[in-house]
């Protein structure tokens, strides 16, 4: 069978040391002789599990106790609202967003449905094809609300802006890809679904002071002070994806780190963009200074050749390279579990068309 | 190494099976050469096995196609905000509920953050010892939400109140544990792991006709309309809880459906009570007619004899007997995948104490 190159979006490629561990987790649980999946999320083995993944985004992030660190469940798209039952006040809420994608897009719709949102920069109007630099945020936000990278527009935010409010950020699909102060933040959160695990659980890293003013009657489950009262165990969490994100953050830790992760990172993204730049029959969609690390967007200059582009791709194992459809064309999903022999396949296959 | 009895109370036992299937699939789901952890959620293979979970429920519950069926996250505490979000009215929004444990309390407590809740039965003033039947629902009320099994007190409604308005109910424990008609029900929802998979998914299962009629702006992850048209994949959902969701649902129609399961259970609940009622060194918490075929809580008459008794239960193979810190005690969960087996050894332990 021909080695598969999983270039997949997400949820995505993870360490095979990931697949095994948590297979054999399934079967029998630290040798108790129970699966993970039957104890109690009360069981000494598993509050272990809950701590120690917590503790590791700590360490890894390079935050002090002036941070919660939460692993809840419904993805991203609840952070849309999350954020704004937390941080927009009742009275004259006024939140800042920049609109950079889809997802930058959903976000801003839910906040709006909580307050006043203004929209400080966007790339809507061409395509999502950049990432807009200039602006200034006063004090006059509650908080202000980026998109660290866009899945589908291949695009990624370089530098965060200096914001005189709160800075909030979704890094669902940037994650522990580069080397980032993570003190700039107020509030960061993550779908897993990329560097951080399986699809089931998302990460919420909160800075402690910030909460509680919102003025509103927030629904329990949405409400980041009782999560963090309960230690991340409000209600059952999502047991067997908190385990493989902390297998997944483990394996990340023993390798060397994120700064590991992003000499990799940048090495992959170089091969595969250079080799575009340099090849006639190729085009990106975005900036050049604003492209991914983690999703290069490209597409066929000539699409006459596009049925052997896919053969020959197909052919060479190559899995989950077709663009998202807002955008069409092709899109290499290079998170940190890709190796770059994956990519140097891919960019063989990129070369050898003629 | 002795057999494992597990009595948890949930995350509970699941069958064998899942256990052997999920974990395969971890390894190499559907013989693809990838892990069910790294594949798109938009693949043709996990829609289908979303689609596949879907249909199991309405077929195992007997409902047609004015019901429709979603895998959420959040567990059954996200599922207290939802219910009033999406049926209470936003204007004079009156809702009727019992109270018959902490579950239920909870559910009541997010409620009245919308609107206007009456308790119209409850057994709290009497440490939720009985189920409360005396009480009548009038179409005033936007609907009534009940919660079908208590397990921290081992409390089950037997039969479900006829009311003038839309019947809600939480059978997080004890779902497809015993033959019901389900089409009484307006919604159902149940948070799977119990009878139903691991932890990391809910079940919803809702009228489409009673929806859209809050007249709230409700967050779209608390819409149930909006993750019905998009077929349970508003966004990434939590891709391994639903394969194994659809293993444990498999298992089950495999076996004989809930109909066998029934039998099933009501044997473990007879042999454990039979001998409870026989033996003066126990009993019971609850009413007798209100005894939960899942969750039989139980104490000793002689607190002296505890420690001879834990060491004994322990010595068994017998693992998560003790009750819920509310309640203290013991509590035997006999969830559909716990064999008879393991409740005949609990109950040798149980006699053989002198």
């Known amino acids: 069978m021909t080695k598969i190159h999983n270039f997949s979006a997400g949820p995505c490629i993870l360490p095979q040391e990931v697949f095994q561990k948590s297979a054999e987790a399934i079967l029998d649980f630290n040798g108790s002789g129970l699966s993970l999946l039957e104890i109690s999320h009360r069981s000494k083995d598993f509050v272990a599990v809950m701590d120690e993944a917590r503790a590791i985004i700590k360490r890894l992030m390079n935050l002090g106790d002036d941070y919660e660190v939460l692993y809840l469940q419904g993805g991203a798209s609840l952070q849309f609202a999350m954020v704004p039952f937390n941080l927009m006040k009742l009275e004259s809420g006024k939140a800042a967003y920049t609109d950079t994608g889809t997802w930058a897009a959903g976000a801003i719709k839910e906040a709006k449905k909580l307050g006043k949102v203004d929209v400080v920069g966007s790339s809507k109007e061409e395509n999502y094809s950049f990432i807009p630099k200039d602006f200034k945020i006063g004090s006059e936000y509650d908080y202000f609300h980026c998109t660290s ?21 979704d890094m669902s699909s940037d994650i522990f890809s580069r080397v980032i102060d993570f003190s700039q933040f107020d509030l960061i959160y993550a779908g897993a679904q990329k560097n951080m695990g399986p699809a089931g659980t998302t990460l919420v890293v909160v800075k402690k002071e910030i909460l509680g003013k919102s003025g509103r009657d927030i629904p329990s489950m949405l409400d980041y002070s009782l999560h963090i009262a309960k230690e991340s165990m409000y209600n059952t969490p999502p047991v067997f994806a908190v385990y493989a994100s902390l297998l997944t953050l483990q394996h990340l830790e023993n390798n060397g780190g994120i700064a590991a992760a992003e000499k990799n990172n940048i090495a992959k993204a170089e091969l595969i963009y250079n080799e575009i730049d340099r090849n006639p029959l190729f085009a990106t969609y975005c900036k050049v200074e604003d492209r991914s690390l983690m999703n290069a967007c490209f597409k066929l200059t000539d699409e006459s050749k596009k049925e052997e582009f896919d053969a020959a791709w197909k052919a060479a194992g190559i899995n989950g390279l077709n663009g998202h459809r807002s955008l069409g064309g092709y899109r290499a999903s290079m998170y940190n579990a890709l190796p770059l022999e994956s990519v140097q396949v891919l960019v063989d296959v990129i070369k050898n068309l003629k």
């Open 149 to 169: 990278n866009n899945t589908i527009y291949g695009t990624e935010m370089k530098t965060f802006p200096k914001v005189d409010t709160l800075l909030v950020c």
